[in-house]
């Protein structure tokens, strides 16, 4: 649901300078190492982990929802008592025991949670916890935790490269910012599924299928990345639900000596904090939800609403792309839906002849690859002339490399042909929170006329793509449902009005669902707002942070 960039990392979004792994080390044309690309990694997909990830979603009740259907009211999400149980005392009152790690200032520490809260002597999760100490001067605010989105981006990473770093000096100078790597995910015992190999394999594979023989082998894809998953983290497949990292950010909260949790999520990382607040309402501090999530939505809707988010991304790239003199895809005078037909028509090239990329590995961009790099881009204004550029090359040039390395900057793969769990968590997390949208392909091929007026681009693999939780070798344990939060202090829900991965319309949403929900909005593109060069939306979560003081209901901000 997965986050963007433009020349420095930005919440909702993975960590970017500084990282060992992942995005940013594949290699472009003539040997060149993407830049943009390196600021594109995946966590915050949030929702979509690419075309094998979109986050399945189902009707309260843990149906699917038929097309044009009502579906029932979703129930809210209740609290949890005040009182912490006695079998949990311990994990709240253990102390972590920090070490020096990384860089200059930063500390470690492990902590311990309960594998399963409702049998806390079923064995432990050891979480990766990182944190950089207020710099002052002034007054300690307290713990400012921080996430980046996914799920299964790494908070820790996150902290490491930018937020301890690149946050306002005002904000790093009153709180102790802290990350945790929510359970499942890099370094608090990673859900792992499949091979280095087995992944290019899994991510080649052909999104839109256009005969049974493909839908097969579509099918059978999806069925070897859930089989994997259970055979190589069987122990905690059943456990990492956000329900369950919301639980362990209240254990950190204690451990931190905070009496309530300040917190700024992004992407995916708005679900964690809104269902954080819907458990603890009394333990609420200063929340900062950016790109948020609706928490209440049914399959068809959530998946629909997605898909027409990066459709309108995609046109905004468009009107920008057919102004410029390198624009391969139609020139001053193209219409977007024109445009949207010539991409289309090099996806369909792509299909039945993969360009060749320079690739050590021997990998070719097909269909699956472009439309993910594409996609990538859809993240961030600022990666449009990395898009044009590598649009460019594969039209005029026959070369895959550049579209090839927004690809795998999205998927986190380096270049030795390694990934990061990412794509693992991402689909763990996705397919416990919410049963799968569909449960066979017939079902998907009656979707599809839906999904392709959201999207005439990419409709027809997003619809695909949701059924991946078909085959999870583990039951869900979450449906739909609001988040009321009632008697917690005001949360700040910021809502970007071209967003692609979390559309505008779920920040409304949540921010009417959280009883002291104060929407923020900003009018322009790309996936999340704070710290992406608006003044006006970073002076006012500043305020919230750094103050408590909330912004003005109907406060806009805008892109220029």
């Known amino acids: 649901m997965h986050n963007r960039r433009t020349s420095r990392p930005v919440p909702g979004r993975t960590p970017e ?5 992942g995005p940013g080390t594949s290699t472009g044309r003539n040997g060149h190492r993407s830049e943009r690309g390196r600021r594109l990694g995946a966590a915050g997909t949030l929702l979509v982990a690419a075309l094998a990830l979109l986050v399945p979603a189902c009707t309260p009740d843990g149906s699917t929802a038929a097309a044009g259907a009502s579906p029932k009211p979703a129930a809210a999400l209740q609290p949890l008592p005040r009182a912490i149980p006695d079998a949990l005392s311990a994990y709240y009152r253990q102390r972590l025991h920090w070490r020096d790690c990384v860089g200059s200032g930063f500390q470690c520490a492990t902590m311990r949670a309960p594998l399963d809260y409702a049998q806390p002597r079923a064995g432990d999760v050891r979480l990766a916890v990182a944190r950089r100490k207020a710099t002052g001067p002034g007054e300690r605010l307290g713990s400012l935790l921080v996430n980046p989105g996914g799920p299964g981006g790494s908070a820790v990473e996150y902290l490491e490269s930018y937020a301890a770093l690149g946050y306002p000096q005002a904000v790093r100078a009153r709180y102790d910012m802290v990350a945790v790597d929510p359970r499942g995910v890099a370094g608090s015992e990673p859900v792992e599924c499949l091979t280095g190999p087995a992944m290019d394999t899994y991510t080649q594979t052909d999104p839109t299928p256009d005969d049974r023989k493909e839908t097969d082998e579509l099918v059978t ?3 070897r990345f859930a089989e994997g998953c259970g055979a190589r983290s069987a122990r905690l497949l059943s456990h990492v639900s ?12 204690a451990a931190l000596g905070d009496g309530k949790l300040t917190y700024v999520g992004a992407s995916y990382g708005t679900f964690l904090g809104a269902t954080y607040a819907g458990l603890f309402p009394g333990r609420v501090g200063r929340l900062v939800l950016d790109g948020a999530m609706d928490p209440s939505l049914p399959a068809r809707r959530l998946n629909e609403d997605q898909t027409a988010g990066f459709e309108t991304a995609f046109r ?10 390198d624009c391969p895809l139609g020139g001053r005078g ?8 010539n991409l289309k028509a090099l996806f369909r090239r792509l299909d039945g002849e993969p360009l060749a990329t320079g690739d050590p590995d021997g990998r070719k961009l097909g269909e699956s690859l472009a439309t993910v790099g594409v996609i990538a881009a859809m993240y961030d204004e600022g990666a449009w002339p990395e ?10 040039d026959g070369d895959g490399a550049g579209l090839l390395a927004l690809s795998d900057s999205y998927y986190e793969r380096d270049p030795d042909g390694r990934y990061s769990n990412l794509m693992s968590a991402n689909a763990a997390v996705n397919c416990l929170d919410l049963p799968a949208a569909f449960s066979r392909p017939e079902q998907v091929e009656k979707a599809l006329p839906a999904f392709e007026k959201a999207s005439p681009v990419f409709g027809r693999g997003l619809a695909w793509a949701t059924l991946n939780c078909a085959y999870w070798p583990v039951r869900a344990t979450g449906t739909p449902h609001r988040i009321e939060a009632r008697g917690a202090a005001p949360i700040v829900v910021v809502g970007t009005t071209r967003d692609p991965a979390t559309p505008y319309r779920w ?3 949540l921010a009417s669902q959280l009883s002291s929900g104060r929407l ?13 060069g608006s003044d006006c939306i970073d002076s006012v979560i500043n305020t919230y942070l750094l103050r408590g003081t909330p912004p003005a209901e109907g406060k806009r901000c805008s892109q220029r």
Do not use: I
Request: one cysteine or more.
């Open 221 to 223: 894809s999806f069925r």
């Open 520 to 532: 923020l909005t900003y009018e322009g593109d790309g996936h999340t707002a704070y710290g992406r």
């Open 507 to 509: 920040a409304r949403a």
């Open 316 to 325: 905004s790239f468009a009107e920008d792309c057919v102004r410029r003199a």
């Open 242 to 253: 956000t329900v369950e990292a919301a639980r362990d950010m209240d254990v950190l909260r």
């Open 334 to 341: 193209t219409g977007p839906a024109r445009v949207g037909e």
């Open 387 to 396: 898009l044009r550029q590598a649009l460019t090359e594969a039209v005029d």
């Open 17 to 21: 300078p500084g990282r060992t792994s």
